[in-house]
């Protein structure tokens, strides 16, 4: 394994004002920074895992570089392509000298973070989509921090090495091997106290008895046990908006959860909703 650099400072990521980031996770991302290893976090769908790889780039103000997996998704994607359907129509019609294969190379996002000047932040979002042998085709990599363009025979490493942000939503398991290479972190789901703090800063000037109100109806709903799929941060964010841009009265919130299809998505779930409210005749808790 490559002994990390230590020619240059270090940066050290403490949360932004957008980003309330826990004691917990502030630790993971510096530890990771620290050793220079990849920061792998789980956690439920909405608690904030891309959105931890935007914060941690705006507060160390560097450029940020994103993967989006896909099930077709391939490990050398992210290195770089050969366009050879470039070279062929240069050959066929242009007057380009072809036989300069490097122009016809194009760096992937993981490429483009090796091959920088500066300190980047890659981020490898959902990694668990693509196929179960696509974390093991980037030990190397991520490990050495290099790789070889095997058209040109050139070996690129980073001189500044990344701080790579991978995340899982944990559909499907990852190798140990990967997972030996990487700070791992999960982000536990913020309790009341916390999305209070995370809703004032989406939304600072709601008042106080709505918020609160809201607060109770939304996480009664994800303790009820047959909703399957439970609400997130984000969704509570965006049906806080609701709330605020129509009016709604506390009194109406005590009695009823308004605009419910901006918190559950599933039809199964809304039906149970609809069951419950039948059967207690209100949803006073």
Same mark, same amino acid.
């Given at each position: 394994?490559?002994?990390?650099?230590?020619?240059?400072?270090?940066?050290?990521?403490?949360? !932004?004002? $957008?980003? @309330?980031?826990? =004691?917990?996770?502030? #630790?993971?991302?510096?530890?990771? %920074?620290?050793?220079?290893?990849?920061?792998?976090?789980?956690?439920?769908?909405?608690?904030?895992?891309?959105?931890?790889?935007?914060?941690?780039?705006?507060?160390?103000?560097?450029?940020?570089?994103?993967?989006?997996?896909?099930?077709?998704?391939?490990?050398?994607?992210?290195?770089?392509?050969?366009? !050879?359907? $470039?070279? @062929?129509?240069? =050959?066929?019609?242009? #007057?380009?000298?072809?036989?300069? %294969?490097?122009?016809?190379?194009?760096?992937?996002?993981?490429?483009?973070?090796?091959?920088?000047?500066?300190?980047?932040?890659?981020?490898?979002?959902?990694?668990?989509?693509?196929?179960?042998?696509?974390?093991?085709?980037?030990?190397?990599?991520?490990?050495?921090?290099?790789?070889?363009?095997?058209? !040109?025979?050139?070996?690129?490493?980073?001189?500044?090495?990344?701080?790579?942000?991978?995340?899982?939503?944990?559909?499907?398991?990852?190798?140990?091997?990967?997972?030996?290479?990487?700070?791992?972190?999960?982000?536990?789901?913020?309790?009341?106290?916390?999305?209070?703090?995370?809703?004032?800063?989406?939304?600072?000037?709601?008042?106080?008895?709505?918020?609160?109100?809201?607060?109770?109806?939304?996480?009664?709903?994800?303790?009820?046990?047959?909703?399957?799929?439970?609400?997130?941060?984000?969704?509570?964010?965006?049906?806080?908006?609701?709330?605020?841009?129509?009016?709604?009265?506390?009194?109406?919130?005590?009695?009823?959860?308004?605009?419910?299809?901006?918190?559950?998505?599933?039809?199964?779930?809304?039906?149970?909703?609809?069951?419950?409210?039948?059967?207690?005749?209100?949803?006073?808790?």
């Amino acid at each position: 394994m490559t002994t990390p650099s230590t020619s240059t400072a270090l940066p050290t990521f403490s949360g !932004t004002a $957008a980003y @309330l980031a826990p =004691a917990d996770l502030v #630790d993971a991302v510096n530890v990771a %920074i620290a050793l220079e290893k990849p920061l792998l976090i789980k956690g439920e769908p909405g608690t904030g895992k891309t959105r931890l790889a935007e914060a941690v780039a705006d507060q160390l103000g560097l450029p940020l570089l994103s993967w989006n997996i896909k099930s077709t998704t391939k490990a050398k994607d992210g290195l770089y392509i050969y366009d !050879t359907v $470039a070279r @062929l129509n240069d =050959a066929r019609f242009g #007057d380009h000298d072809i036989r300069d %294969i490097k122009q016809y190379i194009k760096f992937g996002p993981l490429g483009r973070s090796f091959v920088s000047e500066t300190r980047q932040v890659l981020l490898i979002d959902e990694i668990d989509k693509a196929d179960l042998e696509f974390p093991n085709d980037l030990l190397h990599e991520l490990d050495r921090m290099s790789f070889v363009v095997d058209e !040109t025979s050139e070996t690129h490493t980073a001189k500044l090495r990344p701080i790579v942000i991978i995340t899982s939503n944990n559909e499907k398991e990852l190798p140990d091997a990967f997972l030996r290479r990487c700070v791992f972190h999960y982000i536990s789901f913020p309790n009341e106290a916390q999305m209070k703090d995370i809703a004032r800063v989406h939304h600072p000037h709601v008042e106080d008895q709505l918020l609160q109100t809201a607060l109770l109806r939304f996480y009664w709903l994800r303790k009820q046990p047959d909703i399957r799929k439970k609400p997130s941060t984000s969704e509570f964010i965006d049906w806080m908006s609701a709330l605020q841009k129509t009016g709604v009265a506390v009194e109406r919130l005590q009695q009823d959860i308004p605009f419910v299809g901006l918190l559950l998505k599933k039809e199964t779930d809304v039906q149970q909703l609809i069951s419950m409210k039948d059967t207690t005749r209100g949803l006073r808790m």
